[in-house]
């Protein structure tokens, strides 16, 4: 069973720095991509960052591209999301999730080919 377990989510100042982090068990995928979603209220869920495991490709939504970075660390198992300069914006849950790469490689961006989701962690940015 396919589980992420995501922690780091907290309250911060605009213009602060988090780490999330997602601890991932129980693949049994070869070919997979990890990604960051978060889901704001009134909002459309926004994938804003993930990474390949064939050859550890990345890509960042345009809404946080040059203040979010994706890295993951192998011997733990864990995937992190580095997120600097926050804005009030930045506010929502974040979702680790899982898709397998043929489902998702036609479209990386693309939340709804994730079909393996945590628990989420709520990120709150005060003004």
């Known amino acids: 069973e396919v589980q992420l377990v995501e922690s780091g989510g907290g309250l911060v100042q605009a213009g602060g720095s988090l780490r999330l982090s997602c601890a991932a068990s129980?693949?049994?995928?070869?070919?997979?991509?990890i990604g960051w979603i978060r889901r704001a209220p009134g909002k459309e869920r926004e994938l804003v960052s993930y990474?390949?495991?064939?050859?550890?490709?990345?890509g960042y939504a345009d809404s946080v591209k040059g203040r979010f970075s994706i890295s993951s660390d192998n011997a733990k198992n864990t995937v992190y999301l580095e997120m600097n300069y926050l804005k009030p914006e930045d506010t929502a849950v974040y979702f680790c999730?899982?898709?397998?790469?043929?489902?998702?490689?036609?479209?990386?961006?693309?939340?709804?080919?994730?079909?393996?989701w945590g628990q989420g962690t709520q990120v709150t940015v005060s003004s």
């Open positions: 999730a899982v898709g397998l790469l043929p489902f998702v490689r036609p479209g990386f961006m693309d939340a709804l080919r994730y079909n393996y």
């Open positions: 129980g693949f049994i995928f070869d070919d997979y991509a």
């Open positions: 990474m390949s495991s064939r050859d550890g490709s990345t």
